[in-house]
């Protein structure tokens, strides 16, 4: 079948375009939600439903409730989640406090001076 819209080829069974999207069978009827039986004696078919005359449709009447709403099971909480993102900022902070500890203070600085020398001495052979 091809496509009234974009002129694409479609299978024989398709519905709808598989380019474009357009409805290829022309305008089909919706089916209708209530289908009278039909009857071979020629008696009229019965009307369809009717809802329930004993339900108030106005909310403020006190005859009418609703269900009650089952109690709902509470989030489960990820708690390994919590201290792993606990971890995580802990160490951050731990060190942009160090960092700063390091590079502002006169005994940072000296800190590292002598870690320097130290790893320094280490790394010499003596002679």
């Known amino acids: 079948m091809e496509c009234p819209q974009c002129?694409?080829?479609n299978g024989p069974g398709d519905r709808?375009?598989?380019?474009?999207g357009t409805r290829l069978d022309g305008g089909a009827s919706i089916p209708r939600q209530y289908e009278p039986p039909e009857r071979?004696?020629?008696?009229?078919?019965?009307?369809p439903p009717t809802p329930r005359e004993d339900i108030p449709e106005d909310p403020a009447d006190p005859e009418w409730r609703m269900s009650?709403?089952?109690d709902a099971e509470p989030p489960k909480r990820r708690t390994w989640l919590w201290v792993l993102a606990g971890l995580i900022i802990f160490c951050v902070l731990l060190f942009c406090g160090f960092s700063l500890f390091v590079t502002s203070t006169d005994t940072g600085r000296?800190?590292?001076?002598?870690?320097?020398t130290?790893?320094?001495e280490v790394a010499t052979p003596v002679d």
């Open 7 to 9: 002129g694409h080829r």
């Open 16 to 20: 709808f375009c598989s380019n474009c």
């Open 40 to 47: 071979s004696d020629g008696t009229p078919p019965p009307p």
């Open 68 to 70: 009650p709403v089952p």
């Open 110 to 116: 000296e800190w590292i001076d002598d870690l320097a």
């Open 118 to 120: 130290r790893a320094a």
